[in-house]
């Protein structure tokens, strides 16, 4: 399980740290200037989760998804501002996730658990591509 909460944490970032909302049917929306390849370090500061881990997270349209494949559950997005703010789901266990991303490859924030296990810490990003 502890492996499984430090994974929707970082699942997410923004998957993850955010996911994909549904578009409308047909509707193209612009690219935003955090779109692209990110990689993302989550650390464990409290609680019985794994130390750290790092996963890929591709945003698309200031939306995000877990580069990894369809784990988790993810909702949430990158605002125009950069802010970001996401629940990453699986099973009982769910982590919150907010920060920010700058427009010139880094960004940072915070993340908790809710479910059988609480853990706490904070994640940093960097764009790669």
């Known amino acids: 399980m502890r492996m499984?909460?430090?994974a929707l944490a970082a699942g997410a970032f923004l998957a993850g740290a955010v996911a994909p909302a549904?578009?409308?049917k047909g509707s193209a929306k612009a690219p935003t200037r955090f779109d692209g390849t990110?990689?993302?370090e989550v650390i464990t500061e409290s609680g019985s989760c794994d130390r750290a881990y790092r996963y890929g997270v591709i945003i698309q349209n200031g939306q995000a998804r877990y580069a990894g494949g369809s784990d988790f559950t993810v909702?949430?997005?990158v605002q125009?501002?950069?802010a970001v703010r996401a629940t990453i789901s699986r099973g009982d266990a769910a982590a919150q996730v907010v920060g920010r991303l700058a427009a010139e490859g880094g960004g940072n924030g915070t993340w908790t658990t809710s479910g059988s296990?609480?853990?706490k810490g904070r994640w940093?990003?960097?764009r790669r591509g």
Do not use: D, K, M, Y
């Open 117 to 119: 296990t609480s853990c």
């Open 38 to 40: 990110w990689s993302v």
């Open 80 to 82: 125009p501002s950069g």
């Open 4 to 6: 499984i909460v430090s």
């Open 22 to 24: 549904l578009a409308a």
């Open 124 to 126: 940093n990003a960097e």
């Open 75 to 77: 909702s949430g997005r």
